[in-house]
């Protein structure tokens, strides 16, 4: 008799904290990485901490910060994830459906319409964020020379790394530290025909770069933008955009400053709600 395979679980560790002190947990907590979520809603009191890692890691961090390890259904996740969401347009020839879904025949076709399917991966284009990193992009992509390539630091979903290639990108190259990501990623790839991105796993703390892009994007934890500065310049050509995104408000200044220190000038921010990102251009030769 045939048995019912066991469903896939995923640990967690969790812990409600008061809203105002966000920012020193952030902080506290940045060895974590992209490990780290932190949930909240608009207007309230307490935010919910959740953590991802090896049972090490949990069982370190309940016994150092209190909270509860538990076990959830990465199935039914992945599930709600990828529940019907309607169509986001982010601009008249750039919008984003989910992974089955269509485009309102009352509206114009947009020209590049993405298929994101979140899965267990960050990034389908609702989150802020990620809105003004596709918005910036699409911007910049069109100041680019023909045969232009880019990078996607924590490309979670894909989503900004499946937008540059069609941009026009010749080449994108994409990583994220989170292995759950990378099945989503290439799912997302295989599903918008991406035939130029290359997708790996890294830490971007750990990482030595070996090659330079005139585009680069790095939608992560503030913290971990300025603790990776060096790593994520040296990956800029001369004149190179770089666009930086999941900073909260509270944190712009530190991180303005640690790029701009490095020579990095600011030529645009965009705020919404308490993130804020930024695009600044590297120095010419």
Same mark, same amino acid.
């Given at each position: 008799?045939?048995?019912?395979?066991?469903?896939?679980?995923?640990?967690?560790?969790?812990?409600?904290?008061?809203?105002?002190?966000?920012?020193?947990?952030?902080?506290?907590?940045?060895?974590?990485?992209?490990?780290?979520?932190?949930?909240?809603?608009?207007?309230?009191?307490?935010?919910?901490?959740?953590?991802?890692?090896?049972?090490?890691?949990?069982?370190?961090?309940?016994?150092?910060?209190?909270?509860?390890?538990?076990?959830?259904?990465?199935?039914?996740?992945?599930?709600?994830?990828?529940?019907?969401?309607?169509?986001?347009?982010?601009?008249?020839?750039?919008?984003?459906?989910?992974?089955?879904?269509?485009?309102?025949?009352?509206?114009?076709?947009?020209?590049?319409?993405?298929?994101?399917?979140?899965?267990?991966?960050?990034?389908?284009?609702?989150?802020?964020?990620?809105?003004?990193?596709?918005?910036?992009?699409?911007?910049?992509?069109?100041?680019?020379?023909?045969?232009?390539?880019?990078?996607?630091?924590?490309?979670?979903?894909?989503?900004?790394?499946?937008?540059?290639?069609?941009?026009?990108?010749?080449?994108?190259?994409?990583?994220?530290?989170?292995?759950?990501?990378?099945?989503?990623?290439?799912?997302?790839?295989?599903?918008?025909?991406? &035939?130029?991105? /290359?997708? %790996?796993? @890294?830490? *971007?703390?750990?990482?030595?770069? $070996? #090659? =330079?892009?005139?585009? +680069?994007?790095?939608?992560?934890?503030?913290?971990?933008?300025?603790?990776?500065?060096?790593?994520?310049?040296?990956?800029?050509?001369?004149?190179?955009?770089?666009?930086?995104?999941?900073?909260?408000?509270?944190?712009?200044?530190? &991180?303005?400053? /640690?790029? %701009?220190? @490095?020579? *990095?000038?600011?030529?645009?921010? $965009? #705020? =919404?709600?308490?993130? +804020?990102?930024?695009?600044?251009?590297?120095?010419?030769?």
């Amino acid at each position: 008799m045939k048995t019912k395979p066991a469903a896939r679980h995923v640990r967690r560790w969790v812990r409600h904290a008061s809203a105002h002190h966000e920012d020193t947990w952030r902080e506290r907590l940045t060895f974590l990485g992209t490990g780290l979520v932190s949930l909240a809603r608009p207007g309230g009191r307490m935010i919910r901490l959740e953590a991802y890692g090896t049972d090490v890691i949990l069982r370190q961090l309940k016994r150092d910060f209190g909270g509860k390890i538990e076990s959830i259904d990465a199935a039914k996740i992945a599930q709600r994830a990828n529940a019907p969401r309607r169509p986001l347009p982010l601009a008249s020839d750039l919008a984003v459906i989910d992974a089955h879904g269509r485009w309102p025949s009352t509206r114009p076709k947009p020209r590049i319409l993405l298929r994101i399917a979140g899965a267990m991966a960050f990034g389908t284009g609702e989150h802020a964020t990620t809105a003004a990193c596709l918005r910036l992009l699409r911007r910049e992509a069109a100041r680019q020379e023909p045969g232009w390539t880019a990078l996607d630091i924590g490309t979670g979903s894909g989503i900004l790394a499946i937008t540059a290639e069609k941009l026009g990108a010749t080449r994108v190259d994409a990583f994220d530290y989170d292995s759950r990501a990378l099945p989503a990623a290439h799912a997302n790839l295989r599903r918008n025909h991406c &035939t130029r991105v /290359t997708l %790996t796993h @890294r830490d *971007l703390l750990t990482w030595r770069p $070996t #090659r =330079r892009y005139p585009l +680069v994007m790095a939608n992560v934890f503030s913290e971990i933008l300025c603790a990776a500065a060096p790593q994520i310049i040296a990956t800029l050509r001369p004149k190179a955009c770089l666009i930086l995104s999941g900073i909260l408000r509270t944190l712009e200044k530190e &991180t303005l400053t /640690t790029f %701009t220190a @490095r020579g *990095l000038q600011l030529e645009t921010s $965009t #705020r =919404r709600g308490k993130w +804020v990102t930024l695009l600044l251009r590297a120095p010419g030769c």
